[in-house]
């Protein structure tokens, strides 16, 4: 019995939690890109380098708040900074809307362009934050580390292996919820939810019974920037904060979006969890664990990994290939182009 | 147009050193080529391949493997071993392919079973060349510590580049031609992202992140050229240093030798556009479906053009490793060689192989000047503010990053303003 519980709590340390942690990151990032997909009807290359600004403003704000001696004590001081990035990144996408989108809009142009033209902005937006920034690594996290450690975690259960929950799992988790909770709502109860929602199902129709476009666009970027902003900052939270980590940080999100189905909203929560606990199953070196649950003479000698770390992130990569290539829908039926 | 380039080349070269301009040259060379791979893929057929970055890498590997001399401890260590994992994954690839194609229509099983053989197949394979693996690496580690190549001259390898980047086109083509433009961005990225992450983690192959260096060279080096008779007479006539003079000579010759390649390939490309076949592909990517009615086989002709378009950009990444006489994986950004060739097709204009070759040129010249410029612009715009103020250092800090929001710019601008590009597609 015992045995059993030491082998999940080690499942639970080394898996589950980052999993939960990481997943949730990518379950905004893919929330983002699955709205603009479906009512802007191209792939934003570019919301790599959103997360990045809005990342990049929390941490210039908390670095600014530290100095002032502003905290939150326990918490990390990026939370009170956080409504100044959200704001911030939805002014820039309205911007950049105005000033690049909104021309092709008008224009029809084909969703090629749109991928192209989100290629210049992801250049751009990538330069400012490196130019702002710089390229270097910034730690912004502050409080405390942990919430529960892994010594008082033996201490409290009386097993061999520790649990430790690193406090930026936990807002992670706890902003992400509440987050997830707020889009969902706000897309099936109120009015402009639902007028969003029409016209991503058919543009025509929705423009018939007299929804305004411009205003659905207007509210597809401010929510996509807020949820842009909210994961680059919890993202930069939980590891650091660096500019280049982002642009690889889209490949992933792509993959939730797509494995879930692209358009669809529950479909890039569950294609976030999906990809983060398939990365880390299947790169999870199993030799402690069947230690615990196997008898003596069986103890494995080798990590019994699947497959070795290092292809952590590029099995991301080929998950998204193979649902590419033998179920483009989707799990949850989004739209194919 | 190709006036001005040369202009502005040569006003680098009488104001920074003719060095940094034939630095500069030989890259544009580079780059044109990739632009003209990318040019037949977007603009003859319009096929968004974002998977540069991994065929460029693929003919930098095939460099190393022609070029580099064997390493015979390593094979006699592990090279039977991994040569039968080869064979294994082959061989599974194949038995897994068959499964697919002779369940098609039984619902799940056709997936388990698939997924049945192909883990079936990595476990041998992992059984039989992990061992052999292991024995590779630790030949002499610090120094080999991989199989190493043919040892064959160098410039062989860009030939080799182009037909294993074709190669791997093939594969990959068949594999997500079938997708629409966004989905086969996505998946053309994720693939090239696979394939760096192959090059850096299988060390016996190409030694992975611990590079290669000292590739053999197709020109002299400079100390021989600093020996040698006429080197000296020329620094002599012309009042430069030997030194300069040798360097320049190297650069020179490589110079030659990427024009060479360039104009052969401009020359093909020109004749395919002009040729029936340039018709049709320009017929399938204005209508698919009206040629497709036509009796034109929409995919094949796909796939055709995804491999010429790779193997062009394999010459060209295998022309990049001699020329840099190293092979680093790490060094294979996503956004320096897949994102800067498009904004290259884009800016020069695509569907006109001029326009491609010109958009090489220009955009790599600004990617590399625009840092001296940007800082030139900054210290310019800072001058009136005092020295040491926080946001003057923070400006000339990071003035070096101005060339990514600068390409975005140049881009965004060009797609709105000109989406023709500098030299417009002409129309036949």
Same mark, same amino acid.
């Given at each position: ?100 989108? #909104? ?47 892994? #010594? ?174 033998? #179920? ?10 | ?428």
């Amino acid at each position: 019995m015992m045995d059993i519980l030491n082998a999940l709590t080690v499942i639970g340390n080394f898996v589950l939690i980052p999993g939960l942690a990481y997943g949730s990151q990518l379950a905004l990032g893919a929330l983002g890109v699955t709205l603009v997909y479906s009512v802007l009807r191209f792939s934003n290359f570019a919301h790599g380098e959103m997360m990045s600004f809005g990342a990049m403003l929390s941490v210039l704000v908390t670095f600014w708040l530290q100095s002032a001696g502003i905290g939150l004590g326990l918490l990390p001081t990026a939370l009170i900074a956080l409504p100044v990035s959200i704001l911030g990144t939805i002014l820039l996408c309205l911007l950049i809307d105005r000033l690049v989108y #909104r021309y092709y809009r008008q224009t029809r142009a084909p969703n090629v362009t749109y991928l192209i033209v989100s290629i210049g902005v992801m250049f751009t937006i990538g330069g400012l934050v490196r130019f702002i920034i710089g390229p270097s690594d910034r730690i912004f996290t502050d409080g405390s580390r942990f919430i529960i450690k892994a #010594r008082s975690f033996k201490e409290m259960t009386g097993l061999n292996e520790g649990l430790a929950i690193k406090m930026t799992q936990g807002v992670t988790l706890a902003t992400a919820i509440v987050i997830v909770i707020a889009v969902f709502w706000f897309l099936n109860k109120t009015r402009t939810g639902k007028s969003m929602r029409a016209y991503s199902d058919n543009e025509d129709l929705a423009l018939l019974s007299g929804i305004n476009p411009e205003r659905v666009v207007m509210i597809t970027w401010v929510i996509a920037a807020a949820l842009a902003a909210i994961a680059g900052t919890l993202y930069g939270l939980d590891k650091s904060f660096k500019p280049f980590t982002f642009l690889q940080l889209l490949l992933p999100i792509f993959a939730a979006a797509i494995v879930g189905g692209v358009g669809s909203p529950v479909g890039a929560i569950a294609g976030g969890f999906v990809i983060a606990f398939s990365e880390l199953f299947i790169t999870f070196a199993y030799k402690k664990v069947l230690t615990y649950l196997l008898p003596e003479s069986l103890a494995p000698e080798s990590l019994m990994q699947l497959l070795s770390t290092e292809y952590k992130i590029a099995l991301s990569f080929i998950i998204l290939v193979i649902v590419l290539l033998i #179920r483009p829908t989707g799990l949850f039926s989004g739209k194919t182009l | 147009m190709f006036a001005m380039m040369a202009a502005l080349l040569a006003i680098v070269g009488i104001f920074q050193s003719w060095n940094v301009a034939l630095t500069i040259v030989n890259l544009c060379l580079i780059s044109s080529i990739m632009t003209l791979g990318v040019n037949i893929q977007w603009g003859y057929a319009g096929l968004v391949n974002f998977g540069m970055m991994g065929f460029t890498a693929l003919g930098g590997l095939a460099a190393v493997l022609i070029a580099m001399p064997p390493v015979p401890e390593a094979w006699a260590a592990g090279g039977s071993g991994v040569m039968a994992g080869l064979v294994i994954i082959i061989a599974t690839a194949i038995v897994s392919l068959l499964i697919w194609k002779q369940l098609k229509g039984r619902g799940a099983k056709r997936y388990w079973l698939t997924a049945l053989s192909i883990v079936i197949g990595v476990v041998i394979m992992r059984l039989v060349a992990d061992p052999s693996i292991a024995a590779i690496e630790s030949v002499e580690s610090a120094r080999t510590g991989y199989l190493g190549g043919f040892g064959l001259p160098v410039t062989l390898s860009w030939i080799a580049g182009g037909f294993v980047a074709a190669g791997a086109a093939f594969v990959i083509g068949r594999i997500s031609l079938g997708l629409r433009s966004d989905y086969l961005a996505i998946a053309t990225l994720g693939i090239s992202e696979i394939v760096i992450y192959v090059l850096k983690n299988e060390d016996w192959l190409a030694r992975g992140v611990k590079n290669i260096n000292g590739l053999p060279r197709p020109v002299p080096y400079e100390i021989e050229l600093q020996a040698s008779q006429w080197v000296v007479q020329l620094a002599d006539m012309l009042g430069a240093s030997v030194v300069d003079v040798s360097t320049i000579t190297v650069k020179l010759s490589y110079a030659g030798l990427f024009t060479i390649v360039l104009l052969i390939f401009l020359w093909l490309s020109e004749v395919a556009l002009r040729s029936p076949w340039g018709r049709m592909m320009r017929a399938i990517r204005d209508n698919e479906v009206a040629a497709n009615a036509m009796g034109k086989h929409v995919t094949a002709h796909h796939l055709q053009v995804f491999i010429l378009g790779s193997a062009m950009v394999g010459v060209a990444g295998a022309m990049l490793t001699t020329l840099d006489g190293q092979f680093t994986p790490a060094s294979y950004q996503p956004l320096r060689f897949t994102f800067l060739i498009w904004v290259m097709v884009i800016v020069g204009g695509s569907g006109n192989n001029f326009g491609s070759v010109l958009g090489g040129f220009i955009v790599w010249f600004f990617w590399i000047e625009s840092e001296p410029l940007g800082l030139w612009f900054i210290s310019t715009i800072t001058a009136g503010l005092a020295d040491g103020s926080a946001l003057k250092t923070q400006l000339v800090e990071n003035a070096a990053h101005m060339r990514l929001m600068t390409m975005g710019i140049i881009l965004l601008v060009m797609l709105r303003f000109a989406p023709q590009g500098l030299l417009p597609e002409q129309k036949r």
